[in-house]
């Protein structure tokens, strides 16, 4: 017996109880069974696997993943659940939690110019891959559902209608959108809210996408799609409703405070901000550690780092903006991830075809691992309503109850009365 199958065989002695579905298929025609019929197979292709991970190298695992040099067959969310078993059958159930969550470890320089090749890393990398899984009105944040049951497009839908119900908006104000992504969420506020608007992103793929679909769908004159840095914005008659939804994830936790205070210098008074993005589930530090956090950061998302809600309502409030509504979506975002990977995966062909071979297995595991962190709590998504209060300190007003948010009869301008 080899010393390969010895270490197997006394790993899977420790998980007699409950073994994972898994097969290890290696290099030289071997192969190693946990139970019969698994339904996940990894493939080691290259024998520098192994001798990496024998020296704790556990980062080579993504990279070999990546690579081809490491192969994955069974579906996503059983590959999750057979890595987190084997963690735990080895006692190092911490580690396997580093590979899902999206955070970045230590805090990253973001100059204009790195969060500009930052942003390209990520979202310029075709239209065509990403609108293969994403809904029609290409939303690349979590949706938002009534029962579960919704299709994606749908629960996109309520998604945007809910935080234009949040923001009040009403026919003729000004709205900015920071990240705007593709314009979905601008362009939904235009059509059904009235709004006119400008969004700003720092991708080209995205900018360019949104003007030609805002010009397509007759709404040029009402809404404009910069490619601009947030830091950038100049409006000197300032918006009434700002809005930025999975942006500020990419800012670093150094610059929440000139984040929210951008939005507090552009918002006029009595105006409301909404911030929609991910939150670490840990209060007392980030949400991962250097395994998770090095694959993110150099596959996914590079710069990326995300803080506590607690952090998020300290920045906005110390911006000057009255926090007025905190609500949570951590399940919606478990279901929109676990979509987005069936869709991915339903069009797996088309997306190599697209993006590229790597970029397919990156996003496929990525996506998956995000879904799992979600699920686990490890990640959360919070959504962040504040007011900006009238020149003279007083009380922005606002309606007396949230019953707006959830009548499909009427906007939020309309269906309660302001107090204040």
Excluded at 55 to 66: E, I, K, N, P
Excluded at 132 to 146: H, I, N, P, R, T
Excluded at 240 to 259: A, F, P
Aim: glycine share 10%; charged share 25%; with cysteine.
């Amino acid at each position: 017996m080899t010393l390969r199958r010895r270490i197997l065989d006394t790993i899977r002695a420790r998980m007699r109880a409950d073994p994972p579905s898994l097969r290890l298929a290696f290099w030289d025609g071997d192969s190693f069974d946990f139970v019969p019929a698994p339904a996940v197979t990894i493939a080691i292709h290259d024998a520098k696997v192994l001798r990496r991970l024998a020296v704790g190298d556990m980062s080579s695992l993504g990279d070999a993943y990546v690579a081809g040099d490491l192969t994955v067959e069974g579906a996503v969310r059983d590959v999750l659940h057979v890595g987190l078993r084997i963690a735990d059958g080895v006692g190092r159930s911490r580690l396997v939690q580093r590979l899902a969550p999206l955070v970045a470890r230590i805090p990253g320089r973001h100059s204009r110019k790195r969060d500009a090749d930052n942003i390209a890393i990520h979202y310029d990398v075709s239209n065509d891959f990403y609108a293969l899984w994403l809904d029609k009105e290409m939303v690349y944040s979590c949706a938002y559902f009534g029962d579960g049951t919704e299709t994606i497009d749908r629960a996109q839908e309520r998604k945007l209608d809910h935080i234009c119900r949040k923001l009040r908006l009403r026919p003729g104000e000004r709205l900015l959108d920071i990240g705007c992504g593709w314009g979905g969420l601008l362009r939904w506020a235009a059509k059904h809210h009235g709004v006119t608007g400008v969004g700003v992103t720092l991708s080209r793929e995205q900018h360019d996408y949104a003007r030609a679909r805002i010009a397509a769908e007759g709404l040029a004159d009402r809404i404009e799609v910069r490619l601009q840095d947030y830091r950038d914005i100049g409006e000197p008659e300032g918006f009434d409703k700002i809005v930025s939804v999975g942006m500020y994830e990419h800012v670093g936790i150094k610059n929440l405070q000139t984040y929210f205070s951008g939005m507090q210098r552009l918002l006029k008074p009595g105006g409301i901000a909404l911030n929609h993005g991910i939150t670490a589930g840990d209060p007392d530090g980030h949400a991962t550690g250097p395994a998770g956090g090095d694959f993110i950061d150099k596959y996914v998302f590079p710069g990326g780092e995300i803080p506590h809600l607690s952090r998020v309502v300290y920045e906005v409030s110390r911006a000057g903006l009255e926090v007025t509504d905190v609500e949570d979506l951590r399940p919606h975002y478990a279901r929109t991830l676990s979509h987005w990977v069936e869709r991915l995966e339903a069009e797996a062909e088309a997306a190599t075809a697209s993006a590229g071979i790597q970029r397919y297995r990156i996003w496929r595991m990525y996506m998956a691992g995000m879904g799992y962190a979600f699920d686990r709590g490890w990640l959360r998504l919070a959504q962040v309503v504040a007011y900006k209060p009238l020149d003279d300190a007083r009380m922005a007003s606002r309606p007396w109850t949230r019953e707006a948010l959830y009548r499909e009869d009427a906007g939020a301008a309309e269906s309660a009365p302001d107090w204040g």
